[in-house]
């Protein structure tokens, strides 16, 4: 079956511009995660939903950053007014279900985003 | 906050050789995976073990776990240049399910 796919894989813009990067989860997945990964910080979690809430958005950076989740599928991650140190790869991956000892997470191949 | 430390950071192999690294942790686990990663890119999910584990294998990778010293570790046997990649071990320590990682680990098969 398909994996969790990623648009769009590069997304270059301008300071103070708005983004939003799209996640499709593996079908039946019912937890999906975003997290980053920059030269600085390493991989770092950003937001979890379970089916379509989201109970932990501790790891978003800043109010800037928001998510949602549609019909337990779909995720689109938006970034508003965007800052250089925006710049990271964006990462998605999903889960059958969420947390225990049975969480395998499979991961998208990634958004690169470059704010200039 | 990054729980996983991976060491060696870096290491260089020929082809054919086994590689070795190892990954620590701070708190209480429900399980440890390990991901390859190329070219920065996506991460591909190599082998999850549990809290209650010790040691698991798949095709070439053996991996073991040590909860009371808070540490596991990835073999991979008989390398081949295709291994060059970088390596991260991540703790599932929440009841959400995110993930912790390491730094990564760089390994460069010599063919």
């Known amino acids: 079956g398909a994996g969790v796919s990623q648009s769009p894989s590069n997304k270059v813009t301008e300071k103070g511009k708005d983004v939003e990067l799209r996640c499709d989860p593996i079908?039946?997945?019912?937890?999906l995660y975003w997290y980053r990964q920059s030269l600085g910080q390493g991989l770092e979690f950003l937001i979890y939903?379970?089916?379509?809430?989201?109970?932990?958005k501790s790891g978003l950076p800043s109010d800037r950053f928001s998510a949602e989740r549609t019909g337990g599928s779909v995720s689109t991650l938006t970034i508003q007014r965007t800052q250089q140190e925006d710049s990271a790869v964006y990462l998605c991956?999903?889960?059958?279900?969420?947390?225990?000892?049975?969480?395998?997470?499979?991961f998208g191949p990634g958004t690169r985003l470059t704010v200039l | 906050s990054q729980q996983g430390e991976e060491d060696p950071q870096a290491l260089s192999i020929q082809e054919g050789e086994n590689a070795t690294m190892n990954c620590s942790y701070k708190?209480?686990?429900?399980?440890l995976q390990w991901y390859r990663q190329n070219s920065g890119r996506g991460l591909v999910h190599l082998i999850l073990?549990?809290?209650?584990?010790r040691e698991k294998h798949s095709g070439r990778l053996r991996v073991t776990l040590d909860t009371s010293k808070k540490s596991s570790s990835l073999l991979i046997t008989a390398s081949r240049a295709a291994d060059t990649a970088s390596y991260f071990c991540?703790?599932?320590?929440?009841?959400?399910?995110?993930?912790?990682f390491g730094k990564g680990n760089q390994v460069v098969v010599i063919p």
């Open positions: 073990i549990r809290s209650n584990e």
């Open positions: 991956a999903s889960s059958l279900v969420a947390g225990g000892a049975y969480n395998e997470q499979f």
């Open positions: 079908s039946g997945h019912t937890a």
């Open positions: 939903f379970q089916g379509n809430s989201a109970p932990d």
């Open positions: 708190t209480s686990i429900n399980n």
């Open positions: 991540a703790t599932d320590f929440h009841r959400s399910g995110r993930l912790a």
